[in-house]
């Protein structure tokens, strides 16, 4: 597997355990308030943003960056926009999650992390279009 994939299911899993980190304290009685109250935040989409774009979506993108390109038989085209995709989907979504949980005390966070976590999908959806793009095969 290579290291792209390993970094994606990697960051995958930590994103699992902040995400029921975050849902284990709203559980505690008192916990989401005291979630809510110290930055003003929103514990509660943190804790869904963190478990389905952090764990979801970045198991989706390391299992899909191994097996898409040897299923069908065609490389990624750009090696390069890989790594950005990770970086700028690890930066992100991280300051997603950090920002929901502060947003009273830094409310331009999720602003600016999602326009990163944004970019960062759009290097994946062009990754995988050009994955899937028609093989050009050769007539005997």
Known sequence: MSRLSVGFIRA??????????????MAIPGGYSWMANVAMGQ?????AHSNL????????MGVAY????????????????????????????SGMILGFLVRGLVPWLVPVAAVIQTV????????MLQVVRPVQRLMP
């Open 53 to 60: 774009i952090g764990f979801m979506l970045m198991m989706v």
């Open 12 to 25: 995958s899993v930590i994103y699992l355990l902040v995400g029921l980190t975050i849902g284990l304290t």
């Open 66 to 93: 191994h097996i898409f390109p040897r299923f069908v038989g065609n490389p990624i085209k750009y090696p390069w926009t890989t790594w950005a995709n990770f970086w700028f989907c690890q930066v992100g979504t």
């Open 120 to 127: 960062g999908v759009l290097f994946f959806i062009f990754n």
């Open 43 to 47: 514990p509660s989409i943190a804790h």
